[in-house]
């Protein structure tokens, strides 16, 4: 059976204005110990069983920000894990990265730790909206960060893009596809910003739903004009570089999470969240003490509605016998036995959930 790792890098150079996600800010981070910890933490997993047999698929270093960490703790770390369990041939190994901390050595030395895939938080070309954002990156240093991935052989970078910036002009957004024209990445993300609670986001006004819906289509035009696959609400791929990590939460197979506040699922129905504080997470580990603090169990129906729920993001869509059957059928395209969304059921996608 195929299976997959997550590992979380919770640490951070700056706290982004809108990141709702577990981070810890710190420029001098304790990557040794953290390093070995996860690897501790990864041999304690395997003794319990998890993944006898299962060939590792895929890898994710996300968080965070994964490369705080030097090159050489990023292969300790992948050839550690590679020591734990066998790793298929074509295995997707992939980095989220910061902009802001690639230069052309760290690249260099990237390349030779096993990642083959380079996800880079971009977010925007527009150096008014990055500091809107509280970024701390310069648009020059997203495009010669993505150039020195590039002379550095990585032939497999997505770009992360955030749209429905409340003060986002649309030329902002055109300006930003335009690079994404120029640079040519294998892969787009493009994130509606998400308001999120405890965020400096939070009480500030949502961008109004028709600009959210002009952007919306315009990425969509305009990447699928450049050749790219609209292959889940969120994501675009060139032919042969859809996220097959990410495909796989989607498909609902087996993962596991590794790391401060990292969350796992090796068996359906069953998920468990590690404990979010790193410092914590680490004596945890060095004193042979489980860092999960919450279990979850779900029941058969739930199982069902994430399944849908899952598929339904997908260009995969579900089964036509499962589509809500209040939901007008010109938000769905039907492909033999799948119902899949239209863009303008996209759009909509939050309502149309809540009816599975
Ligand atoms: S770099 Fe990423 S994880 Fe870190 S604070 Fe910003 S958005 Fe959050």
Redesign the pocket.
Known sequence: MDAHIYIHIPF?LS??RY?A?S?VVSKDIPEERYISALLKEAALCRERGIFPSGLIETLYIG???PTLVTPSNIKRLIDGLRGIWSFSESAEVSVEA?PVTLDANYVIELKKTGITRVSM?VQTFSSRLLSYLGRIHTPERSIQSFRYLREAGFDNINIDLIFGIPIEKQEELDADLDWIEMLEPEHVSAYLLEHEPGTWFADVTPCDEDSVIGFFSKIEDRLRGMGFIHYEISNYARPGFKCRHNLAYWKYRPYLGLGASAVSCVREGTRWRNIKDPYEYMVRIEKNISPVEYVDNFSADEILFEKRFLSLRTAQGIDIHDMPKNVPPSLFNIKGSRAVLTKEGMLVSDEIFSML
């Open positions: 951070c706290k982004c990141c996600f981070s968080g965070g920000t910061n938080g």
